[in-house]
């Protein structure tokens, strides 16, 4: 029988033959769409505990926030009449993002997708988009650039752009949809700004907690930051401490490339925080303080964990309000996000889950729309776990820590 | 599941990549110096539309005979398909996954027939 005799099944050529900056956030996370179809999670609560929008796209309508007359009109003119400029005030890394891999992850260059909705923020369609490809019911949306402002060689500079961004993120987002909440960001380098933060936005909707940004040199067990603690404490919200890369830390002045500098960065600023989050008894003086550790992956906390135990049996007279095992606090005061999850020894992140105490102190976390992203999947997939603790890994653990009503919220359905 | 005709073969060498869905079954047939090869659309790391991403050649080392090394460059001979979710990079020929070879790519049969292109997954 000859080919125009023969009956053949008919083949639809995909919409979408290559990805690109243009592609709709629908269309790229299709295949997590229906992989969570697939795997029923509509009967599963899912929090997404770290996931970004881009901040410096909507830079000029966030220096609008800005409280300071004389810096708000600067950034005004400085917005309006240079072509090419970065975000006013904003220190950072500039051409040094390299996180697409030299164009081969499109999504983490950019998003240029069309969005119809001229009702709400653009991000706000683009963060829904992205909720319903992973079958996420609330996502927790962090700014990007902004993980550097610890570093800022304007004190005041943290103070004032932290102020504007976090007035304009809860008009602009956070009021838009139910699923979107956020830990507000605490410009951490003057304790007593951050202190009115938390003061004016523990009770804002969608303010689930408060964010301490890792790149920074403050020493956090000083004196200067116990109000805040305590202040912290009393709203019964966790602190997160958000890690991110800082290649120009001396620390990091040999290494080349993006993969090792991010590999280590993500993970050093964290480690160091713990180390004087745990050894100054933090824990011990605020023992309802809730604290969460964020995208440093997982691998590090066992190795920071047998650290910490074997040098405090020889040295407890540096650790003084200390009363337990620098690990069991770690296990017990301290929750962790899953991404990005190491997985390629199954055996290591077995026993890694088990020291965290996973079942109750794990939260998932998809970082999306960054090239390290996690997909549910990641959780769902572990063979070494049960189904209770991959739903409380996925979602009732978030939920517990940050109360949230462990239903889904009321969807909004306009993905236009 | 039947065979498929999808285009004319003239069609895929002009295009050199095209990714079909045959009754939800999504594959990534691409042509390439003269042969074709066909991948299941699913990448092994997270489950990404690998097909549907951009195609890189291969970036190798150059080191010298002192074993010293002189910056990168494009092997113009192998060409890779790249999962656009997380970058992870698979020779179109092999589909293996490069470097450390950890994944493979799940075949599917294609081939040519009067002049057209055939998929038999």
Known sequence: ?416 | MAATKICPASELISAGKKVVSIDGVEVGIFHLQGEFYAWHNRCPHQGGPVCQGRMFNLVEEVVDENRCSHGRRFNDERLNIVCPWHGTEFDIKTGKSTGAQRWMLRPAKVFVEEGQVILDV
């Open chain 1, 1 to 416: 029988m000859n080919i125009a005799e023969r009956k053949f099944a008919l083949p639809e050529e995909l919409p979408v033959q290559e990805v690109s900056t243009y592609t709709d956030t629908r269309q790229l996370l299709a295949r997590a769409k229906r992989e969570a179809v697939k795997k029923g999670y509509s009967d599963w609560l899912i929090c997404d505990m770290d996931a970004h929008h881009v901040e410096t796209v909507s830079w000029k309508e966030i220096v609008e926030y800005i409280e300071d007359p004389v810096l708000r009109f600067q950034a005004q003119l400085y917005h309006n009449e240079r072509h090419g400029g970065t975000a006013y005030g904003l220190n950072g890394d500039f051409g040094l993002r390299y996180q697409d891999v030299g164009g081969r992850i499109t999504h983490q260059a950019d998003r240029r997708e069309t969005v119809k909705n001229t009702k709400v923020h653009r991000d706000v369609v683009l963060t829904r988009r992205a909720m319903d490809g992973l079958a996420v019911d609330y996502m927790v949306v962090f700014p990007a650039n902004m993980l550097h402002l610890g570093l800022h060689p304007q004190q005041e500079m943290e103070v004032l752009l932290a102020r504007a961004y976090n007035r304009w993120m809860v008009e602009k987002l956070l009021s838009a949809d139910p699923g979107i909440v956020t830990l507000v960001y605490l410009p951490f380098n003057t304790p007593e700004a951050a202190c009115k933060i938390v003061e004016e936005y523990a009770d804002k909707k969608g303010v689930i907690g408060f964010c301490i940004t890792s790149v920074r040199h403050k020493p956090v067990h000083s004196n200067e930051y116990m109000r805040l603690y305590r202040m912290i404490e009393e709203t019964g919200k966790p602190v997160a401490f958000h890690a991110a890369y800082h290649w120009q830390d001396p620390s990091l002045a040999t290494v080349p490339t993006f993969l090792g500098m991010h590999a280590l960065g993500f993970v050093w600023c964290n480690m160091v925080h713990m180390t004087n989050w745990i050894l100054s008894g933090i824990p011990e003086k605020f023992p309802k303080l809730k604290s969460i550790w964020v995208e440093s992956g997982l691998a590090w906390i066992p190795a920071l964990m047998q650290r910490l135990d074997d040098q405090y049996l020889m040295r407890q007279s540096e650790a003084p309000l200390l009363k337990r095992m620098p690990s069991d606090y770690m296990r017990e005061n301290c929750w962790y996000t899953s991404q990005p999850m190491e997985r390629t020894n199954m055996k290591a992140l077995q026993l890694t889950l088990e020291m965290i105490n996973a079942d109750t102190q794990l939260l998932y976390a998809s970082d999306w729309p960054h090239f390290d992203f996690d997909t549910p999947g990641t959780i769902f997939d572990l063979p070494f776990l049960s189904e209770q603790a991959k739903r409380n890994i996925l979602g009732l653990n978030a939920a517990k820590l940050f109360g949230l009503d462990p239903r889904r919220p009321a969807g909004v359905e306009d993905l236009d």
